[in-house]
């Protein structure tokens, strides 16, 4: 047998042999695994990811932007459902709001508030009467009806 001149061969053969790596050998790996390029770049992106999340999670809690979106959420919920109960209600039309949609005959049709012959407006006086006090003019059917 020869004698082992440097201990550490001797100790690098053995862990070799037996699977181990030493620490210098650990160390080597590592930073060629490091120094990849490609490693690199994917690291540095998961970690800026990661903060992005960090970050993002912690904006939307101080400004409390989830809570708004779920209050804004139950708001439209309430509307939609007003909304629809107030689409089921029959139809009523008041003396004040005119109907949009009026039919050619509705159009034709005289106001009988109004004189046919002057078209100004009529007053209880001129129904009871009979006839409008401006012009003359001689009222008929529903012209004389008292509101």
Same mark, same amino acid.
């Given at each position: ?7 550490? /061969?001797?100790?690098? $053969?053995?862990? #070799? ?21 490609? /490693? #690199?770049?994917?690291? !540095? /992106?998961? #970690?800026?990811?990661? $903060?992005?999340? $960090? ?6 809690? !101080? ?17 939609? %459902?007003?909304?629809?109960? $107030? ?7 008041? @003396?004040g709001v005119k109907?949009? =949609?009026?039919? *050619? %005959?509705?159009? =034709?049709?005289?106001?009988? =508030? ?6 100004? @407006? ?6 009871? %009467? ?9 009222? *008929? ?7």
């Open positions: 047998m020869h004698p082992i001149k440097n201990p550490d /061969t001797h100790s690098k $053969i053995i862990f #070799v042999s037996l699977g181990i790596q030493s620490r210098s050998n650990q160390i080597d790996r590592i930073k060629e695994f490091a120094m990849d390029g490609l /490693t #690199v770049f994917l690291m !540095y /992106t998961g #970690v800026c990811i990661g $903060i992005f999340f $960090i970050l993002r999670t912690f904006w939307l809690w !101080y400004w409390k932007i989830d809570e708004r979106t779920q209050l804004l959420k139950q708001i439209k919920t309430s509307l939609d %459902e007003l909304n629809q109960s $107030i689409n089921n209600l029959p139809l009523q039309e008041s @003396k109907p949009k =949609n009026k039919s *050619k %005959e509705e159009k =034709n049709k005289p106001d009988p =508030n109004r004189c046919t012959g002057c078209n100004k @407006k009529l007053s209880s006086p001129d129904k009871m %009467e009979g006839k409008c006090h401006s012009c003359g003019t001689e009222l *008929k059917g529903d012209q004389l009806r008292l509101d």
